[in-house]
């Protein structure tokens, strides 16, 4: 298998394989420090985008061969690695490893395999970045604090196939930062949808939120949101129109109080002031699906399992509706997330740190992820296959997919956003005006760091 | 007839008292043998009964739920830190109750104003401090997070030996005996109760602390956790609602030796803590 | 404070006599510190002394120096790591750590400080043998030595590992805490990756000034007030609450005081981590207590008298700033109460009958002997235990986090511009700026406020304890 995938050796980028903060005089290393010049092979033409597999221009491949027969040359004693993946993918995970290790019978490895979820890697990674695991699973909203931390390995080089150029150019671009890309991608499905109960809805009426809440209402029944939830919350302002986006230094822009700002407040106040429309969060929902109060949410594909259990035949799911903002209709808009797999710089078995976060990576385990967990593939093949394609909850994001938005946003956004939230769901009940209630949180979400 | 119904209100007083205190104790016993791993919120009694949930914790350990090393690890943490704990207590105790020297009364102070600076404050100095010695996702470390410092919480301790009379001491003095020996054969047999009170709060504070352990235990393999760390990553957004009833039957499990040792040492515990407490 | 300082001034003096006073050995010592003891004829004393020493500068110049030297800048050579697709393997610079110079700058200048006052002692224990000599005094073998550690000086041999513990523990991570609070240690500047550096008073100024953006100030003076208020709501419910309830179930007119006892007991036996996250669910909004709340119509009734606001269809138990704080200060007496229970009950039976028999004879009702005789006699013994408990519910960490983390939203905009909440103690705050925004620098300016704060309280109960000579009442 390896043997027929491509491996480009990125020779220009070796010279950028520096690995520093944001500091101006760590670009001047001098080129000497890197060994380029040592083997021929990696005078490669590097830059090409070769497309995957058998197409691959083979006077490439032996340089990764080479590499990876140099590595395991090189390799005397034990690797030790430490890998976290999330709860939920843990026996897959294990297998993944075993049959990684089988790939290499000539090199004995001691891998430890520990839970860290995905959402929280970044957490665990920052408070010491140098004892965190070799290879670990992360959202990739947390990529830009995790380079800047130093906490991530560019991946200069690919070695049993082309991270780039096998995986949807939106998860590339999401695992990259300033061009550089720094992590693997793994799923394609960390993005939000509506899921609906097709018993109760049909599918005109999932088309507009003020039409479900009509008839959730009717039903005595729930739709469920987490609006108070900067994650969430941005769909509303970004589908109306309104920007938010981040700087060079991690600071944030933001025009969700210009003008029609506070039609959008109003709007989302409007929402929540309907008894069918709760504000509630995603462990809350889980157990309202199944208790069978909530027949619709805005939530991820983590959550199908749930809604499928409790919805059978008639679980369904589409994309994000329209909302009312000043008597218009505004398709809401969404994050598109992935999530991504990540080596440590700091690992001392880098090299079979890279080649393991690639297995974990690759068509084959992308496919095994998602027959068992049903998460959407993020590889080109593996995502295009029939199975993948009639999955309601990917579909749901593929159509989303139109209306979403990478999520590039600097640390300073989620407090001010969560608030925000949480008073407009409320109801704003101190009676704030609306223009001073986004001034004040643009003032947070834009606040420069310091 | 009067008194007969001042008692009976009395006791119903009471009555509802340890039920409203009960409930939630009653809720984490009941929903540990639901059939239904989340959170059921429409009834407080499970629809559903089964053992399942324990027979996840101590039959079928994976990768998240390792409860018999969790219980292992904690046991093995407490148990030392407990003993350290209680030998340095009782050191410090004892000099600053029994013996006169130049500075006690600053260092009292002073050690008194730096017990109250809570350890949340500076986990991360001690986490580094711990690192560089390379004390860090080990049992060792654990241990002396939870007892190196123990030396400070001296002062219910030396309360209780400052109402020990002095006459013994005075009496085996002049015999020749030595500090040492005093400190060994007279106030040591007799500090009983608060050295039980002293043993019961050290073991118990690795059972309960889940900051440090998670801070210091971060390598997120299962099997280096301790009880609270495990127990309180089931509650973690992706897991919440896989492992709720799970979670309540770890929290009874660790609830019956702790209530078993609470009830046996209460005698001790009361009189030791009040005999401390009568010179704070 | 001028004890101290007094104490200070005569070990100079001291050491300024032993330099002139003392002959050739003790001015030997001055520079080989076991001099004086071979001089005495105390060769194991030398010798320990002059290990010490010799450990003393090879820990100097092997790690203090280096570290020192860099104490000023905290480092300036920024992480740098080459990878080589080729060999798989990355070549890394040699980089200054910053937090690593910190934190082993102040070890270094702990262990001086500590060789310092070992030294001056050292010099007046040698010039004290000179006199013991010339005054034809008996001048302790080692052996003797090693007995006196366990009779006069016993104080020392009890205290040595104590103190050892105190300082990794404690003392150590309370200097880096103060000296980071003068840096930029945050998430721009967290090292092995970048560097931090000095940057005087600035952070306190941040947190005593509020401007547009850094709401620091005003997030500061909110959360002090409310962590004040809690302080006291806190210990006050639980200690008079835990009064009445033993007075009550040890009431002779009360059957099985015991099995009473016990029953509130269980509730404690369960760890608190456990407890408080159960109670979270319990009245979390969609939870159990919501559900039957709404069910017996109480949801409704609320809603009508405006408790709760009108567009929710659940009581926010711990979701509305005035909800949870005061469900906070309800769930804390619920697990606070049983503690204090114990207590009393202890103290309670030790009150002097006799006063209380004379009280009834002379016709006081319950309630006058309650408040004349009981509770004057409670605060006399469990003052200074009350005081213990006001600092701890300052701190307290676990009633607040578990009990609120992930589940409340601030609705105070001022508050999330600074990452606060209605609900945090100074702890709490200080808590999540650490473990979820890594601001180190606010973390330590406002853990070192708490610390003051606490102190000061400590300070001014304890001296009182202390000084008294209450100490001796007993013996």
Not at chain 3, 24 to 32: N, Y
Not at chain 3, 153 to 166: M, V
Request: proline share 4%; aromatic share 12%; charged share 15%.
């Amino acid at each position: 298998m390896k043997k027929k995938v491509l491996a480009t050796l990125l020779a220009a980028a070796m010279t950028a394989g520096v690995l520093a903060g944001c500091g101006g005089d760590t670009a001047q290393t001098p080129a000497a420090e890197t060994p380029a010049a040592e083997t021929p092979a990696a005078e490669t033409p590097a830059t090409e985008e070769a497309p995957a597999t058998e197409e691959a221009p083979e006077a490439a491949a032996p340089a990764a061969d080479d590499a990876i027969a140099n590595l395991i040359a090189a390799t005397t004693g034990p690797v030790a690695m430490t890998v976290w993946a999330s709860e939920e993918d843990q026996d897959l995970t294990t297998k993944l490893l075993d049959q990684f290790k089988a790939l290499y019978p000539d090199v004995t490895f001691e891998i430890t395999l520990g839970a860290e979820s995905e959402s929280t890697a970044k957490d665990t990674v920052l408070t010491d970045v140098e004892s965190a695991a070799d290879v670990y699973a992360f959202a990739d909203d947390q990529i830009n604090d995790l380079v800047q931390a130093g906490a991530l390995q560019e991946v200069v080089a690919n070695y049993t196939y082309d991270v780039a150029a096998s995986n949807v150019a939106g998860a590339v671009e999401a695992a990259g930062v300033d061009g550089k890309l720094y992590a693997y991608p793994m799923t394609a499905d960390n993005g939000y949808f509506m899921f609906y109960d097709a018993s109760v809805f049909t599918a005109d009426d999932v088309k507009s939120l003020e039409k479900m809440i009509e008839v959730a209402d009717a039903a005595g029944k729930k739709v469920a949101m987490c609006v108070s939830d900067g994650w969430y919350i941005y769909s509303f302002f970004q589908g109306a129109g309104l920007q938010l986006s981040l700087n060079d230094d991690g600071s944030n822009t933001c025009t969700w109080n210009a003008a029609g700002g506070t039609d959008v407040a109003q709007a989302i106040i409007d929402l929540a002031a309907n008894d069918a429309f709760v504000d509630m969060t995603d462990e809350e929902m889980a157990t309202q699906i199944a208790e069978g109060n909530v027949v619709a949410c805005v939530n991820g594909t983590w959550r199908a399992e749930t809604a499928q259990q409790a919805w059978g035949d008639n679980y369904a799911a589409t994309k994000l509706p329209t909302f009312k903002v000043a008597g218009k209709d505004c398709q809401m808009s969404s994050y598109s997330g992935y999530k991504l797999i990540g080596v440590n710089p700091h690992s001392k078995n880098l090299g079979w740190a890279m080649l393991l976060a690639e297995y974990l990576t690759n068509e084959e385990s992308q496919k095994a992820r998602f027959e068992a967990r049903g998460l959407g593939p993020a590889n080109n093949a593996a995502a295009a296959s029939p199975e993948v394609q009639s999955n309601p909850a990917i579909a749901a994001l593929a159509e989303q997919a139109a209306y979403a938005t990478p999520q590039r946003v600097g640390g300073k956004y989620w407090d001010p956003a969560k608030t925000l939230g949480q008073i407009l769901a409320s109801g704003n009940p101190d009676g704030t005006d609306l223009q001073q209630l986004l001034d004040t949180t643009v003032e947070g979400i834009t606040a420069p760091i310091e | 007839m009067k008194k007969t119904i001042k008692s009976v209100i009395r006791h119903l007083v009471l009555l509802f008292l340890s039920v409203v205190w009960l409930i939630p104790i009653l809720w984490l016993f009941v929903t540990s043998f639901s059939g239904y791993k989340g959170i059921n919120t429409s009834h407080f009694f499970p629809e559903t009964w089964t053992l399942d949930n324990y027979a996840q914790l101590f039959l079928r350990p994976d990768s998240i739920v390792q409860y018999p090393r969790w219980f292992w690890n904690t046991f093995v943490i407490a148990a030392f830190s407990c003993i350290i704990s209680t030998i340095l207590v009782l050191m410090v105790s004892y000099t600053m109750s029994k013996t006169r020297f130049p500075g006690r009364k600053g260092l009292m102070s002073f050690s008194i104003i730096l017990n109250m600076f809570p350890g949340v404050l500076s986990m991360i100095a001690i986490y580094f401090i711990l690192k560089t010695m390379g004390l860090t996702n080990s049992h060792l470390g654990m241990i002396i997070v939870y007892s190196a410092g123990a030396g400070l919480g001296y002062l219910i301790c030396k309360g209780f030996m400052d109402t020990i009379s002095t006459s013994l001491s005075e009496a085996a003095k002049l015999e020749g005996a030595s500090q040492a020996t005093i400190f060994f054969r007279i106030i040591i047999p007799l500090s009983k109760p608060i050295i039980v009170y002293t043993v019961i709060n050290a073991f118990l504070a690795p059972w309960a602390d889940f900051v440090f352990a998670k801070l210091m235990l971060n390598s997120g393999v299962a099997t280096d956790w301790t009880v609270a760390i495990g127990l309180f990553n089931m509650l973690g957004k992706s897991m919440i609602n896989k492992y709720f009833s799970v979670f309540c039957a770890g929290g009874v499990i660790i609830a019956i030796p702790i209530s078993a040792l609470f009830v046996i040492m209460q005698k001790f515990y009361v009189e030791g803590i009040t005999g401390g407490s009568v010179k704070g | 404070m001028k004890n101290a300082l007094n104490a200070i001034g005569k070990c100079f003096k001291d050491l300024g006599t032993a330099f002139t006073k003392g002959d050739i050995w003790v001015k030997l010592s001055a520079v080989v510190m076991g001099a004086g003891y071979f001089a005495r004829k105390q060769v194991i004393n030398g010798i320990i002394m002059c290990l010490v020493e010799v450990l003393f500068v090879v820990l100097c110049v092997g790690y203090a120096a280096p570290n020192l030297a860099k104490f000023g800048t905290l480092g300036t050579v920024q992480f740098e790591q080459v990878f080589d697709p080729l060999t798989m393997t990355s070549t890394v610079n040699d980089y200054d750590n910053s937090f690593l110079i910190l934190l082993n700058s102040i070890i270094s200048l702990f262990i001086i400080f500590v060789f310092v006052v070992f030294y001056i002692s050292n010099m007046k224990t040698v010039y004290r043998l000179q006199l013991r000599q010339e005054n034809g005094q008996h001048i302790n073998t080692f052996g003797e030595d090693v007995r006196t550690m366990f009779n006069e000086k016993f104080h020392i041999t009890l205290l040595t590992l104590p103190a050892i513990g105190i300082i990794i523990m404690n003392i150590l991570p309370i200097l880096v805490l103060i000296a980071v609070a003068f840096t930029n240690y945050d998430q721009q500047h967290m090292p092995p990756n970048a560097l931090f550096t000095w940057v005087g008073w600035n952070n306190f100024k941040n947190l005593f000034t509020s401007s547009v953006t850094v709401t620091f100030g005003y997030s500061f003076r909110k959360i002090l007030v409310w962590t004040l208020e809690w302080a006291v709501l806190a210990t006050f419910t639980t200690y008079i609450g835990g009064i009445l309830m033993a007075k009550f179930i040890n009431d002779k007119r009360t059957k099985l005081p015991k099995l009473w006892r016990t029953l509130f007991i269980i509730a404690i036996a369960v760890p608190q981590f456990v407890t408080l996250l159960l109670v979270r669910n319990f009245f979390a909004d969609a939870g159990i207590v919501n559900t039957f709340c709404s069910n017996i119509g109480l949801t409704d009734f609320l809603k009508n008298i405006g408790l709760v606001p009108a567009n929710l269809s659940y009581i926010p138990f711990l979701t509305n700033p005035g909800w949870a704080k005061v469900m906070i200060v309800i769930i804390n007496i619920w697990i606070g109460i049983p503690y204090q229970m114990l207590v009393a009950t202890g103290v309670l039976m030790n009150i002097p009958e006799d006063q209380i028999e004379s009280a009834r004879i002379d016709g006081a009702n319950p309630m006058q002997i309650f408040v004349k005789i009981t509770m004057p006699y409670m605060l006399f013994v469990t003052g200074p235990s009350l005081i213990t408990d006001f600092v701890k519910n300052i701190n307290n960490f676990n009633v607040i986090y578990l009990l609120t983390q992930d589940v409340f939203v601030t609705s105070d905009q001022l508050l999330a511009n600074s990452n606060a909440k209605e609900i945090d103690l100074l702890v709490t705050w200080l808590f999540r700026l650490t473990n979820e925004y890594y601001n180190y620098k606010m973390a330590s300016v406002i853990g070192i406020i708490v610390f003051i704060i606490c102190a000061a309280f400590t300070l001014v109960t304890f001296t009182r304890t202390i000084k008294g000579d209450k100490e001796e009442e007993f013996q």
